[in-house]
């Protein structure tokens, strides 16, 4: 059975930087992709930064040039490090994996960011 947890959510003030871990077991085959979404109160879920299955990284507009995201493939694992953090990017986050199709969410974890 797959799980994914993710970890390092918090409270920042504005400016301020975190780092999300996420980690997966029970993985039995490749991950194909990996990457965050994140959902504020009242909006949809939006990508945050993934490695998708086409092999490309790929970012939000609104996050570029201050998150980076990385992976360690052996530890089945990925990470999300924010900086310049802004009362916008408040939400929980939400990563992902996707193996054979099938894609697995963890449980999700707060950031929010105070001006």
């Known amino acids: 059975q797959v799980r994914v947890v993710e970890s390092g959510g918090g409270l920042v003030q504005a400016g301020g930087s975190l780092r999300l871990s996420c980690s997966a077991s029970?993985?039995?085959?490749?991950?194909?992709?990996r990457g965050w979404y994140r959902q504020a109160p009242g909006k949809q879920r939006e990508l945050v930064a993934e490695?998708?299955?086409?092999?490309?990284?790929n970012y939000a507009d609104s996050v570029k040039g201050r998150f980076t995201i990385s992976r360690d493939n052996a530890k089945n694992t990925v990470s999300l490090e924010m900086n310049s953090l802004k009362p916008e990017d408040t939400a929980v986050y939400y990563c992902?994996?996707?193996?054979?199709?099938?894609?697995?969410w963890g449980q999700g974890t707060q950031v929010t960011v105070s001006s």
């Open positions: 992902y994996i996707i193996q054979r199709g099938i894609t697995y």
């Open positions: 029970g993985i039995r085959y490749s991950i194909n992709a």
């Open positions: 490695f998708s299955s086409a092999g490309s990284t």
